[in-house]
């Protein structure tokens, strides 16, 4: 069976120095892959060439059997990325960036109100995102990709900035997306445990 997002012999160099050789790995619907290392290993790097955003010098990524690179936009409609930094509009509310958000990809059925309130943000609407904590920016985050309705979730370090409650809500929305069929790639430090298939990637 042809994995829905795959990639062989993947190879980066920044400079001189090799980040990444001969990566690899095959992911399906409702399975985990983190990428495992220490700070500066490249996994924030896999990441961006994944999605196009770093040449490779060897290597191809391909989703659902074709190659990325022969079909980035249909790839870039079918994920939603967090990545270390947020990524949202800093002089807008959460519910304007969300709005923006709402325009580049396909939104599924759950109402806005309720998933703010699940992510205990709804208090928060007429703020300016500038105004907010960096945990409660990584909460509007979460619920950018709770909205969306795409099956490939990359998250680079999902937990920075998160409590312990924040970081087990990270895990059981995860835990729920897998379970809907849906796949994600999760760049982390700390251990993850969750009940789902999960594959690894460690970078040295």
Known sequence: ?????????LTLF????CLFRGVGFALNSGELLILEGSNGSG????MKAIVGMLDLEKGVVSWNGMPVAEQRQVFHGALVWTAHR???KADLTLVENLRFE?????QGSDDLETVLERLEISRLKP???RSLSAGQQRRVALARMLLADVPLWLMDEPFTNLDREGRA???ELVKEHLDK???CVMAAHQDVEIDAPVKKVVLQ
């Open 14 to 17: 920044r400079g001189d120095r």
């Open 43 to 46: 996994k924030t790097s896999l």
């Open 102 to 106: 709402a325009a580049l990809r396909p």
């Open 181 to 183: 069929g849906g796949m």
């Open 127 to 129: 703020l300016p995102l």
């Open 169 to 171: 809500l990270v895990m």
């Open 86 to 88: 947020v990524g949202l």
């Open 1 to 9: 069976m042809t994995a829905q997002l795959s990639a062989e012999n």
